[in-house]
């Protein structure tokens, strides 16, 4: 038991200062009925750190990582190259084994990190402030639309049909309870976004337009000409940005009329780690910050008149306001938050433009390839790192029959549009600068193979 | 008895004035630390990016115009400017982290190498099935330690935290309700103790919030909880053991109560520590509880999170969890997703999130548990429990212990500022802790004791570290008792004095406004 430093001379002589003869004395006001007289059965007993270790490897074997083949899935989730910097500086146990900083005074490492976290997102969404982190992309979404509600006193939400599926469902789940109206709509195979049918969607109780950007199938809409109508309407228009990467080679939505920008920031500094955890993104004007959820750090100055860091504005927050506050969110996701700001502090603005000009050109070169496949045909005009294919079949078997012969090809319509005939000859091709010319001429042979 | 091991006496005065200034601002190993924005730029990174060959633009009319103003630090500047940052962050590699209720116990390092297996961190959310078996069946494996060790019937693995689980167990409890045509229920009662998350979140989820007082003893009033039962009420949320740090002896019998109304219990589980492997919620009627892997079973906190916060369901609010869940089909592991649903889980209330929840914590958390195995979590609740009790007794007779008589406490150890000086609060003695080199426990909560102070040492402190911290918070203690003025600007050795909260509160300032330097295009 190498996590536990008490000895059984320790225990006795503590039980003695405390005047208690057993450890069992201390659970006297558990019921009987509930105590247990030994171990929980059922269970095994402690192992050593060589039989835990060998134990959870056996079952990490099983998985087909990422990087051990060739690799192009996105739809949300995008495997980037990241620093070994990043992973050594937020395993600092001053990071990793700190709390919420509630005592400024000794937390100013989290607070400044965060107040650089903060004003790296507000920039790179194009917006004044950002908070301190959501715990995802689908969760900050849907606190943007309920944000949008306490703004605008109105409870329609317009989904365009390009925003992810999992991030449309996370809000019929919640609309479902909240009494929110929600409009949504399916992705269509085609080249040009749904800009249209959204913006005819909205009407004079229409509270938020949510636009992903670039979308679900990689296209990129046209956020002004959305912003003006919604503006028009006042409504506030939400921009979904799964993709942060984007953001170094497209405008940002805050400079497009955008008035909440959320995102995942999981491409930056965190990793795959099979869907968490992640870092949700939340930005907005100045003006609305009040009815913004989650944490935020300010500036201040100490009783020397030293610039330091605090949480502040927490009369928005649960442990303040309880029932009357903007979110139940506590705890965030802090350390995904410090691995972003490290990388794109690595970065730069000078990295980061670079990176994206390089998934882009990758992208653009395996869409070409890739179009070149008989029967396949590519869907988008518009998009950064991530497009779709239309198969001349059902895409869903074609992707296990490509695992099969170890590429890993992209994410099937029909995965996540499950029983729509209309997208299942879809797949979502993300090209980042991870994958080689070799990968994309694999993937290129394969899929030729599988088709034929 | 006055203890002072510090060499600290009042005569000396205010620290500040005894040190000398320094042309950095620095002090030897304390290390003052400039913004990113002040001391990177946009010419610099500190990635190498192999070229591409150039392709034609597809971003359409996109394409992004002006300067971003990212500031970007080479390697060994990044790696500094972390590096010293870091130093001015307390934590518990460094010593014993008594917050009460967030359980800061130490985060052993296999879980962070295991989490970190290509396996785990190098796998994407939507692979094909057959190609992420091994993450499938650790999340199989942690759900079955999760529901043996509670007694419950299924868990939900996919809420991202405390306060998301507790969502997640309140909108089961409404779709059970509305299942069974009974969304009249609006009411879901919680106790005054409660963690300021439990009426958040049931309000979040449109329920009116209705408070249960607590007795003198600390516990909820049972008496009083019966008697506002009736056919609005949805549910009733309690922590147990609860803030004040005591088991709730009633809780069955609440259950039963409760139940026989029509209502649900959900438990908050943020105390789970107290209990794990000693005692089982389900033995206790509980219907929903969350479980934060980020406290009861040792994944880091990281500052703010990540947390993990899956909910075990009792076999009523099973048909209601939400998705996605992992199943067992012939020997190979498959993830009920919306498509299958309908077949397997028709009344489930949907999805919380994008993808399967927190896999970087159920990895950490699984090597965490397995280590321990079922013996080794045994001895976990009881070391904790025994170190609160040891810190309880052993303070009693400096600062006030309101429940000191209400029998032993669990993992956490409750005093108010009944007896401090005149003019002296919970504040002056958390920052006084400060100086001392530890962090405070948790102040000002729970909000049933006046200026309370939760101590929760955890299981993984030793014998002596206890014992040199009661000896500072005595010492905190007698200080305060005795009406020291140099306690009310405490902290005097942190980076940093006490912090003006209400100018950053008044005009705020969330982000940094100027450009980069040097600037090389406007960037705004």
Redesign the interface.
């Known amino acids: ?7 059984p001379t ?2 006795a ?3 003695s ?4 003869d057993s ?1 069992d ?7 009987e ?4 007289d ?10 050593s ?1 060589l ?3 060998r ?14 083949v060739p ?1 192009f ?1 996105g ?3 995008y ?1 980037h190259h990241v ?1 070994a ?1 990043v ?15 509630y ?8 607070l ?2 965060l ?2 976290f ?3 997102v ?3 969404l194009g917006c ?3 908070n ?2 959501m ?5 900050a979404c849907w606190e943007a639309v309920t944000m949008a509600r306490r703004v605008t006193r109105k409870a329609k939400a317009v989904f365009s049909g390009g925003v ?1 599926p ?2 449309v ?2 809000a ?2 919640m609309a ?4 929110d109206v929600l409009t949504t709509a399916l992705p269509v195979l085609d080249a040009a976004t749904d800009d249209d049918a959204v913006i005819a969607g909205i009407d004079a109780d229409t509270s938020c337009v949510v636009v992903q950007y670039p979308d679900i199938l990689g296209r ?1 809409p046209d956020l002004r000409r959305i912003a003006d109508a919604a503006h028009a309407a006042k409504a506030l228009l939400i921009a979904v940005v799964t993709e942060p990467v984007a ?6 939505p805050g400079n497009l009329g955008a008035d909440i920008v959320v995102g ?1 920031g999981q491409s930056l500094g965190v ?7 992640y ?1 949700g993104l939340f930005a907005c004007s100045e003006k609305l ?1 009040r009815q913004m959820p989650g ?10 008149g ?1 610039r ?3 949480l ?4 928005r ?9 903007t ?10 938050a ?1 691995a972003f700001s ?1 990388h ?12 994206a ?2 998934n ?6 395996a ?2 390839r890739l179009a070149q496949v008989p029967g396949v045909q590519l869907v ?5 790192n991530e497009f779709t294919l239309k198969l001349p079949t059902e895409a869903r078997p074609v ?2 029959e490509l ?2 012969r170890g590429v ?1 090809a992209g ?1 099937s319509l029909g ?2 549009y ?2 729509e005939d209309t997208l299942g000859n879809g797949l979502v091709v993300a090209v980042t ?1 991870t994958v080689t010319e070799e990968d994309i001429e694999a993937l290129a042979t394969a899929l030729t193979e599988v088709l034929a | 008895m006055s203890v002072n091991q510090s060499g600290w006496r009042p005569e000396m005065g205010d620290a ?1 004035q005894a040190t000398q200034t320094t042309f950095t601002g620095n002090r030897a190993l304390m290390l003052e ?1 400039a ?3 002040e001391i ?8 190498d ?12 009319n ?4 002006g ?7 080479s ?1 060994p500047e ?2 500094r ?3 010293r ?10 010593g014993l ?1 008594p ?1 009460g209720s ?1 359980t ?5 390092r ?1 879980n ?17 099935i ?6 499938l ?2 999340i199989h ?1 942690l759900a079955h ?1 999760l529901v ?2 509670t007694n419950m019937d299924s868990v939900a693995m996919s809420p ?5 689980g ?2 997640c167990g309140i ?1 089961a409890i ?1 779709a059970a309700l509305e299942k069974r045509g009974e969304g009249h229920r609006k009411t879901i009662l919680v106790p005054e103790s409660a ?3 439990n ?8 329920f009116t ?1 209705k408070a249960i007082p607590a007795t003198a003893e600390g516990r909820i009033d049972t008496q009083a909880l019966k008697d506002r039962l009736g056919p609005d009420v949805a549910g009733v949320m309690i922590t147990n053991p609860n803030t004040c740090g ?2 709730e ?1 009633d809780l ?1 019998e609440i259950s039963d109560a409760v139940h026989a109304a029509g209502g649900y219990v959900y438990c908050d589980g943020a105390n789970f520590n107290a ?1 794990v ?4 919620p389900g ?2 009627g509980v219907d929903a509880m969350h479980i934060n892997l ?1 406290k009861t079973f ?1 994944t ?9 916060g899956p909910v075990v369901f009792s076999k009523a609010l099973t048909p209601f969890a ?1 998705l996605p869940f992992v199943e067992q089909q012939d020997g190979r592991f498959v993830l009920v ?3 299958t649903a309908g077949e397997h889980h028709a009344d489930s ?13 159920f ?1 950490r958390a ?2 965490y548990i ?11 609740s ?2 904790a ?3 609160a ?2 810190v ?3 303070l009693d007779d400096t600062l006030d212990a309101p429940f000191g008589g209400s ?2 406490c669990m993992h956490e150890a409750l005093f108010s500022d009944a007896n401090l000086a005149e003019g002296f609060s919970t504040l002056d003695v ?2 006084g802790l ?1 100086d001392e080199g530890y ?2 426990m948790t102040v000002y ?1 729970p909000l049933v004791v006046h200026g309370a102070m939760l101590v929760e040492p955890t ?5 002596a ?1 206890l014992d040199q911290f009661i000896g500072a918070l005595k010492s905190v203690g007698e200080r305060a008792k005795a009406g020291d003025q140099a306690l009310k ?1 405490a ?1 005097h050795f ?8 209400t ?3 008044r005009k ?5 406004k100027d450009s ?1 330097v040097p600037v090389a295009e406007a ?1 705004e």
């Open positions: 038991m190498r996590y536990l430093p008490l000895t320790d225990r002589d503590m039980l200062v405390i005047g208690a450890i004395a201390l659970f006297v006001d558990v019921p009925s509930a105590r247990l030994g171990p929980v059965p059922g269970l095994p007993n402690h192992a750190e039989a835990v270790e134990h959870l490897s056996a079952l990490a074997a099983k998985n087909v990582a990422a990087g051990s690799f899935l739809c949300g989730a495997r620093p910097s992973d050594h500086l937020i395993q600092r146990g001053e990071y990793l084994t700190a709390y919420t900083p005592q400024p005074e000794i937390a100013q490492g989290t400044q990190m107040f650089e903060q004003s790296q507000a920039r790179l004044d402030v950002a301190a982190s715990y995802d992309g689908s969760t992810h999992h991030y469902s996370v019929k789940t479902k309870y909240t009494g990129i953001l170094g080679a497209i405008e940002a995942e990793g795959l780690q099979f869907g968490g955890p870092v910050v944490r935020l750090c300010g500036e201040t100055v100490d009783a020397e030293k330091g860091f605090v502040t504005l927490s009369t927050e649960q442990h303040i306001r309880r029932e009357k506050a979110s139940n969110i506590c705890t965030n996701s802090g350390l995904c410090l490290i794109l502090t690595l970065l730069g603005e000078k990295g980061l433009r670079k990176l000009e390089v882009h050109a990758k992208a653009c070169a869409a070409d988008n005009e518009s998009f950064f992707v296990r695992a099969d890993l994410v995965r996540l499950p029983g600068e | 500040s630390e913004l990113i924005f990177g730029s946009n010419e610099t990174t500190g990635v990016i192999d070229d591409a060959p150039k392709a034609a633009s597809r971003l359409g996109h394409a992004r115009k300067a971003i103003g990212l500031p970007g630090l390697e990044a790696v400017h972390y590096t940052l870091s130093r001015q962050n307390y934590a518990i590699d460094l982290f917050l967030c800061m116990k130490h985060n052993p296999l962070e190498r295991m989490a970190r297996l290509p396996g785990f961190a190098d796998l994407h959310p939507l692979g094909p057959d190609t992420v078996q091994g993450a069946e650790l494996q330690w043996t060790l991202k935290a405390g306060a998301h507790e969502l909108l409404k963690h300021g998350t009426p958040a979140t049931a309000a979040f989820a449109g919030v005591l088991f002896r069955k209990i492997g000693r005692v089982r033995d206790l980020h040792s880091p906190h990281g500052g703010g999170g990540p947390g993990s939400p997703e919306e498509e209330f949907g999805r919380m999130v994008a993808f399967h929840g927190q896999m970087g914590m990895t699984l090597s397995l280590s321990h195995g079922a013996d080794g979590l045994k001895q976990v009881e070391d429990v025994l170190n009790n040891y309880l007794r052993s029998g032993p958390a920052k400060i962090h405070p909560f299981e993984t402190e030793s014998k570290a600007s902290p942190a980076p940093r004095r006490r912090l003006d909260e100018l950053a509160a705020p300032v969330l982000a940094w980069v960037a």
